[in-house]
């Protein structure tokens, strides 16, 4: 089974800050996928990596794939109280989860 | 508005109830699934269907019978559940299996077992 680890699981900040989410593994992903989910929702997709050091922007998201494609990182500038939410990276398929990073943005 | 619908949202049941999770979606995805998410976990993966025939069961009790009645319905039958099952019951979508498809989730049955 191939393992994905986040970092961190809790973070709580102000609004502005910016902040940055890991996702690693030992083994190698053909692709990473990012869901952002809110409470009393399902994982809504954010974004797929699939080329080693490919980098992706989705606002004031970017997210970023290791050359290795063993790793993954999510980092929000500016955070909004709106980005409240638990963010998983998941890979291959059938899809493995990380534990995610509950994010908490305070106004 | 998520495009793949679950219905219940909300679902009790005693533990010698019989009871039905559904799930549709009209986008031409031939991969559907069924996730179990507990309270602050990611969702586990529970069953995977490709084109209408179960591919992959995680070795999920057999109180939990999936049933895929055509492309866009997937349905989740329970049976004789115990209070450990209690948990967000979500369903998924993909284009096709393999190749990182990206999954479409709908917002889930939340259930709770007496």
């Known amino acids: 089974t191939q393992l994905l680890e986040q970092s961190p699981q809790f973070l709580s900040i102000q609004e502005g800050e910016n902040l940055t989410v890991y996702c690693n593994s030992s083994?190698?992903?053909?692709?990473l996928q990012w869901y952002r989910q809110e409470p009393g929702e399902g994982p809504v997709l954010l974004v797929t990596?699939?080329?080693?050091?490919e980098v992706k922007k989705l606002k004031r998201l970017t997210f970023q794939f290791g050359d290795a494609r063993k790793d993954s990182s999510l980092h929000i500038t500016a955070a909004q109280p709106g980005d409240t939410g638990l963010y998983l990276c998941a890979g291959n398929t059938p899809l493995v989860f990380g534990k995610g990073t509950r994010l908490s943005v305070i106004a | 508005d998520t495009e793949v619908t679950q219905t219940p949202k909300h679902l009790v049941m005693g533990m010698t109830n019989k009871k039905s999770l559904k799930c549709e979606q009209h986008m031409g995805h031939r991969a559907m699934y069924w996730y179990k998410q507990k309270a602050k976990k990611p969702p586990e993966l529970m069953f995977v269907?490709?084109?209408?025939?179960?591919?992959i069961n995680e070795s999920v009790p057999s109180r939990f019978s999936p049933e895929c009645p055509n492309s866009s319905l997937l349905n989740l039958h329970l049976h004789a559940l115990q209070p450990e099952d209690s948990a967000l019951y979500l369903c998924a979508s993909s284009y096709r299996t393999g190749g990182g498809q990206p999954q479409h989730f709908g917002d889930g049955t939340r259930l709770s077992i007496l």
């Open positions: 269907y490709s084109y209408e025939k179960l591919s």
């Open positions: 083994s190698v992903f053909s692709s």
């Open positions: 990596v699939v080329t080693g050091g």
